[in-house]
């Protein structure tokens, strides 16, 4: 049935359709073509006058569409509507528009499905601005039942000298794309670059390389070359001296989203597990699930999806090839959920938690985020019983909470069971941001002026995408010994300098970026009021500062990095230490300083195998807009 239509955007008045000729069939059949082409015109005139809301004129597409499809066929061109809202109204650094324009759609219809209830909270699905009254599932908060009876809190202390000590190596963020090839275009138009393209999107008009691809690795869009994996474990094997094990936090595929399959994914996740286990053979090494290792990416379905969906595949894949590392006990857990638990030492327990199930990207979270597949429940219960025996607690991961990386009730939730548990959990192993980082824990979680009880480390990444020097970090523990702390004492950290390396690509080295973190920050030792401290020097004393800052990249000005030289950029940063889950309670201070400038990432947004062309990406010619 026809109706009225408001062009607000164009005239600010709406155009009736009489009663009388609102069910004529030459009306509906010649009109309502005219009233969409007057819809995408309107379009183009946004911001030229008083327009309506943008929840008002997504609201009149999604009708008109639904007018001129009906609305069984509605239902089947849900993407095709979401494309035309993302692009029609210029969303930006949106992560519903990144990935329906990519290959999420059977994913993205599944997702729909079950949580828009309207055609209008598409609406608020893809604008996150609650029209159509559809709650925003990236701010939801739930709760987890923490056990009471809570131990009084014990002060982290600087360890004493003189006992045996551990060395750990943190790997992290690996991304090795097996198809890197030195030579080809680094500044491409794709997500990816620096390796062989679809639609020779390498051949540029006068047939020149704007920027070609290093040797050894490029900055910028590109990842690890597998040559520079070897190289850098080789190195490690043969002069880093004993390391009693080794910790890889996740993300060991490219960036290269577009081409991820269970068949791809399992055979690297053999590859690089077997790689890394011939050049360590005697020692164990402990994974963590990435992102990356979720098929689309960051998409690991919970057991509530339908079985085609679920990552049972991976997990398997996973225990068989980290077989001799994982307890045997665990392997059922592995293979649910990809979590487990081993006692590696008489005191210590090692926890690799899969928190992809808490990344504010995996669409399954928006049916239902409620501690999906029982993660941190089982946390829990791990943390318990290492609490009632005495037992310390080292947690291996990937995403940590902080702002705009997990979703806040996941986040929130970790938080308060470390709170929880916080005299048995000593270290906290992440990656995925590929920086060096620090995270602060405080007994308040959203007051950074309570007691400082944990802080959580972010190793360096192995990639160059997008901003860093490949790195890696070693840690030396509190060792096996009655009454050990198995805190960390300190740690070194070592890096591959990409400007220099390429420019002499046969005799490479890595360098130590520096021997000690106490000594290069100023620190009597590795705890969190150490840490906390260390963020109210860099207030002011810019020269603690910008060492933080070049190590966070592994660069110096020489190396192409930008000085942050406002206080606007240092707050960002300082900010960002301090949030372990996303509230600006936590930087109150900083904002009486200034404004807080968040570091920026400069990632590409993720594409449909590299189709640019509209009518291919729709896909669907009946539901042709």
């Known amino acids: 049935m026809c109706f009225s239509l408001c062009l607000s955007v164009v005239t600010g008045n709406c155009l009736p359709i009489h009663p009388n000729i609102r069910n004529d069939p030459h009306y509906c059949k010649t009109t309502r073509p005219m009233l969409l082409g007057l819809l995408v015109l309107s379009l183009a005139f946004q911001g030229t006058v008083i327009a309506a809301t ?75 601005n609650n029209c159509g009254d559809f709650v925003d599932p990236l701010a939801e908060i739930w709760n987890m039942t923490i056990p009471g009876n809570q131990p009084a809190y014990v002060p982290k202390n600087v360890v004493p000298t003189g006992n045996p000590t551990l060395r750990a190596l943190h790997l992290t963020d690996l991304h090795v794309d097996m198809f890197y090839t030195p030579g080809l275009e680094a500044q491409c138009e794709t997500p990816q670059c620096c390796r062989p393209q679809d639609m020779n999107v390498e051949i540029v008009e006068n047939g020149a390389v704007k920027q070609a691809a290093g040797p050894w690795g490029t900055v910028g869009s590109c990842d690890t070359p597998y040559w520079l994996l070897t190289n850098m474990l080789e190195h490690i094997a043969s002069s880093a001296g004993p390391i009693d094990y080794v910790m890889v936090s996740g993300d060991l595929v490219s960036h290269t989203v577009w081409a991820y399959t269970p068949e791809t994914h399992s055979f690297m996740v053999k590859n690089l597990s077997d790689t890394i286990r011939s050049y360590f053979p005697t020692t164990p090494v402990y994974f963590a699930v990435g992102n990356h290792e979720g098929v689309p990416v960051d998409n690991i379905a919970p057991h509530f999806t339908p079985k085609k969906y679920h990552m049972d595949w991976l997990y398997k894949t996973m225990s ?27 005191g210590l327990r090692l926890i690799s938690l899969n928190n992809v199930y808490g990344d504010r990207i995996n669409f399954w979270l928006y049916i239902n985020q409620t501690d999906p597949d029982g993660t941190l429940q089982w946390l829990i219960n791990q943390l318990q019983d290492a609490e009632n025996v005495g037992d310390k607690v080292h947690i291996v991961a990937h995403i940590p909470g902080s702002d705009g990386e997990a979703l806040e009730g996941y986040a929130l939730n970790y938080y308060k069971i470390i709170n929880r548990f916080t005299n048995t959990v000593v270290g906290q192993f992440f990656g995925h941001t590929h920086s060096e980082k620090f995270y602060m824990m405080y007994e308040n979680p959203d007051d950074y002026k309570s007691t400082p009880n944990n ?158 062309e509209k009518s291919k990406r729709r896909g669907k010619e009946e539901c042709k807009i």
């Open 54 to 128: 943008d929840c008002e004129e997504c609201k009149t597409i999604v009708d008109l569409l639904q007018f001129e499809w009906g609305e069984k066929k509605t239902e089947e061109c849900v993407m095709e509507i979401a494309v035309f809202i993302c692009e029609n109204f210029h969303i930006e650094d949106n992560d519903v528009c990144n990935f329906i324009i990519s290959d999420f759609s059977d994913e993205f219809m599944y997702v729909v499905s079950k949580v828009v209830l309207t055609p209008h909270q598409l609406c608020g699905f893809i604008m996150k």
């Open 320 to 346: 068989n090839a980290w077989q001799g590392w994982i307890p045997a006990d665990q392997e059922k857990t592995l293979e649910y959920n990809g979590c487990y638990m081993e006692k590696i030492y008489d």
């Open 455 to 612: 802080v959580v480390y972010s190793a360096p990444s192995v990639t160059p995408y997008s901003d860093f020097f490949p790195a890696y970090r070693i840690y030396t523990i509190d060792g096996v010994y009655k009454g050990s702390t198995y805190q960390v004492i300190d740690y070194e950290e070592w890096f591959f300098n990409l400007t220099s390396n390429n420019a002499n690509p046969k005799n490479v080295v890595w360098e130590q970026l520096y021997k000690s973190a106490n000594a290069e920050y100023g620190l009597k030792g590795q705890t969190p009021d150490e840490y906390n401290q260390m963020i109210e020097r860099m207030k002011t004393d810019t020269t603690l500062f910008n060492k933080y800052y070049e190590n966070h990249y592994r660069r110096s000005q020489y190396d192409g990095l930008h000085p942050c030289d406002t206080q606007d950029c240092r707050n960002g940063y300082l900010c960002d230490a301090r949030q372990f889950h996303q509230t600006n309670k936590l930087c109150t201070d900083l904002e009486g300083q200034g404004k807080i400038q968040k570091p920026d990432a400069k990632k590409k947004k993720y594409s449909a195998r590299f189709v640019t």
